[in-house]
């Protein structure tokens, strides 16, 4: 059996990395949907088409914040894996010691690195276990059980910091001062609020989320939870992928409409120049770091349930030891999250939108012992409002440039908004 909750507080730390031990096994009887086995309170996920891991309890913790969180996040890891014992019966991505992790969009906003002590994990056919205890224990495999979310009703969404009217106001402020050169690009976000009559359960949402949009990232991190399609970096194996979206156009349902607004999507001049920006600026990011890169001249459109984007992999072989977290911090904030340049983008975005973005659009993701992992940047997500149970901020953003029309972006990141208040709407 797990720990309880006031142990596994006990056991949380934000200081020096503590000596852990760490075993995984291989076990029988994982629920198809590893989210089944999520318990009530502090569940950390990473899953995408039934596979990932998650977790619960906390043996160790890292927050962090300011100019050099990353490298204060990667020196803590490097210690902690140092300092463990790790036994690893199975030997795939995701087994062994790893961490969950999401970081701020900004140096201000506050990030985290959690290491669970519970993790329940699928790699393909493979199922296992990981337990994670301190040096002087050896906590057993935990006896895993099938828990039910309690649904959500009578949600009801608000404004956040901005009307619709104000962002779309914002808006043309920003094309106005790209037109004048100020700058290429800058991404504008905005928040919505949803109210509940009960307490949510963030296990609701997830489980909605992961069966609506199977081919995203579904995640939770500390009250961060989502269904994210942009993948920012996976290191595995000496493999360095990142897909870039940019470039957004809404679904109708009707499936003939949509191939034509697919193909009105891929020649469109604004929607191109967008995503043209935010693929030089990953691979500008990443070339240091790679002996070999492919980056393809023109993007592919991305299907998903709501809308469809202008998508492009790019890969690389890794030339150095840099990490996943380290190649994240690299990336971190793409011109398909802040624009470009960025230094200009992020300080009008300082001035402008009006709201703190927190973790929206930063990292969010996992790593092993490794340094291999995914990181993703946190879209079509929600953050719980940890003194308010019943309240979520749920956030959607989109690229400006010279050809952008304010009704349209506004429009836009209402069709971003669908996933999350579709998991939280009634049934």
């Known amino acids: 059996m797990s720990a309880s909750p006031g142990s596994r507080a006990a056991l949380a730390t934000r200081g020096p990395a503590p000596q852990l031990v760490v075993r995984s096994q291989p076990v029988d009887g994982v629920s198809a949907h590893l989210l089944d086995h999520l318990p009530d309170e502090g569940g950390l996920a990473w899953v995408r088409r039934g596979d990932g891991h998650v977790g619960w309890g906390v043996a160790a913790r890292l927050d962090v914040a300011g100019s050099n969180r990353f490298e204060q996040a990667a020196r803590w890891w490097q210690e902690l894996v140092g300092a463990a014992v790790v036994r690893d019966e199975v030997g795939v991505p995701g087994s062994g010691l790893i961490s969950f992790g999401s970081f701020g969009f900004t140096d201000q906003d506050p990030g985290e690195l959690v290491v669970p002590e519970v993790i329940v994990g699928r790699r393909g056919g493979t199922t296992w276990v990981t337990t994670v205890s301190p040096a002087s224990s050896l906590a057993a495999p935990p006896e895993l059980r099938i828990h039910e979310p309690s649904p959500v009703y009578d949600v009801t969404f608000a404004d956040g910091a901005r009307t619709g009217t104000d962002w779309s106001s914002i808006v043309a402020d920003a094309v106005r001062r790209i037109t004048a050169g100020d700058l290429d690009k800058v991404v504008l976000a905005r ?41 920012l970096v996976r290191r595995e194996k000496g493999l360095i992928t990142s897909r870039v979206l940019a470039g957004t156009i809404r679904r109708t349902g009707d499936d003939a409409h949509d191939l034509a607004l697919a193909a009105s999507l891929a020649r469109s001049s604004k929607d191109l120049e967008e995503h043209e920006f935010a693929v030089r600026s990953v691979a500008d990011a990443l070339e240091p770091h790679c002996s070999s890169m492919n980056v393809p001249e023109t993007p592919f459109v991305l299907h998903l349930p709501n809308v469809m984007h202008l998508a492009t992999d790019v890969a690389g072989v890794a030339n150095n030891g840099a990490s996943a977290l380290g190649l994240a911090a690299a990336l971190h904030p793409s011109a398909a999250v802040c624009g470009t340049p960025t230094p200009v983008a992020r300080d009008l975005i300082g001035e402008i939108e009006g709201m703190e973005r927190g973790r929206f659009s930063g990292p969010v993701g996992w790593m092993d012992a490794a340094g291999d992992g995914e990181w993703c940047i946190a879209l079509r997500c929600g953050q719980a409002d940890p003194d308010e149970p019943r309240r979520m901020r749920l956030f959607a953003g989109a690229g400006i440039v010279a050809g952008s029309n304010p009704d349209a972006e506004l429009a836009e990141t209402n069709a971003k908004l669908v996933p999350m208040r579709d998991a939280l709407g009634d049934l």
């Open 191 to 231: 928040d919505l609020i949803a109210y509940a009559e009960q307490p949510i359960d963030l296990r609701w949402p997830l489980h909605r989320l992961a069966t609506a949009y199977p081919n995203c990232w579904t995640f939770s991190v500390d009250g961060l939870i989502g269904a994210t399609p942009e993948l």
